[in-house]
């Protein structure tokens, strides 16, 4: 069985933030919790992109600030462009 | 010479590029014709070529002498991805991803030497534009953090010709630390070096003048000017001071006790918080009459701008040229 969203969404989030995976609760704040930069944040979107395979609005994703949150974002994203 | 006719003739001799990265508005295509034809910059509007062509037919101008590509179809994308993953953990299909984006392929564009300035933000968030001008263009030497300045010019009276002060940070940082303090105040020296015909006398202005009130807030000022002169003992600067210590003569003589060649002769001001800082400009541009040019970043490798979302094609043209008067 494929990777579900929140898996996906917690390898991108390790990857980019250089931290495990295994440490990451699903409503994890990317800032204040798993130490992003806001400087990352441009960064974290792209990935989510390469990731899933769909463009996103910079401003609309940057105001997702969670990690269920982002697994929420990109699930709907994903289904109105591959849907 | 005003400021910004100053600018306006800086622009003229240098013939510097601009590149805009914003090129789907009819403002940006308007005022990159406008820079071309006056001969003040060679423009580079970024965009898919059908938007630029709409946006320009929109602002009712020939788009046939500027230069415009989609960064997305660039040659120079491999390149410029390289340059952005140097010496960190990025991914290149990251990498070039970002560099794909206008704004980040812009800013490469200016950290590759590829154009002298980027001017931006009529359709990007501040915040936006600073985070690509981190990301590509980096900070200027010994500076961590981004700010902004104001131009202020205030008219002529009886007995003062026309004056331009610098004001910082009325834009970007909120409360900013005594060390964040120090940058602000290194980058407006540096700023007003390169646009003001005096040399830059910089105070650090507080509630309090030379040790007249004790509180955390002045100590934060107080630590500020001393990092920033441990950092560049070049600059002309001085405090803490009230804004009458600052600016008056005869207010300074009474106050300051120590030998000083800023105290009643400041031409930059640096505001210990936001909150001071915006009502400090816009008490200073509504109830003196004085006319405010800004907000400009700074703190950046190369200049780099940004607008507010309803700049006009006369602020994006003067914009452009205080950005240029600066590289």
Known sequence: ?83 | MSVLARSFESAAQKQGTIVFPEGNDPRIIASAHRLATEQLARPIVLGKQDRVLAAAEEAGVDPSGITMFDPAESEELERYASTYRQGRTLKESIALRMVKKPLFFAGMMVACGDADTMVAGVSNATATVIQAGVLTVGFAEGIQTPSSFFLMVLPSTSDQDERCLVFADCAVNIDPSAEELADIAIASARSAAKLLSDPPRVAMLSLSTCGSASHPHVEKVTNALEIARSRDSSILIDGEFQADTALVAKVAAKKVKHASEVAGQANVLIFPTLDAGNIGYKLTQYLADAKAIGPFLQGFARPISDLSRGASVDDIVATSAVCLAQT
């Open chain 1, 1 to 83: 069985m494929s990777d579900s969203v929140l898996d996906r969404v917690k390898r991108v989030v390790a990857e980019t933030l250089e931290i495990d995976a295994g440490s990451i609760d699903d409503a994890a704040r990317f800032v204040e919790d798993l130490g992003a930069q806001s400087i990352q944040s441009v960064e974290l979107v792209a990935a989510f992109e390469e990731e899933f395979d769909i463009d996103m609005d910079d401003d609309e994703a940057l105001a997702v600030k969670t990690v269920d949150g982002a697994v929420e974002f990109i699930a709907a994203a994903v289904e109105k462009q591959h849907g």
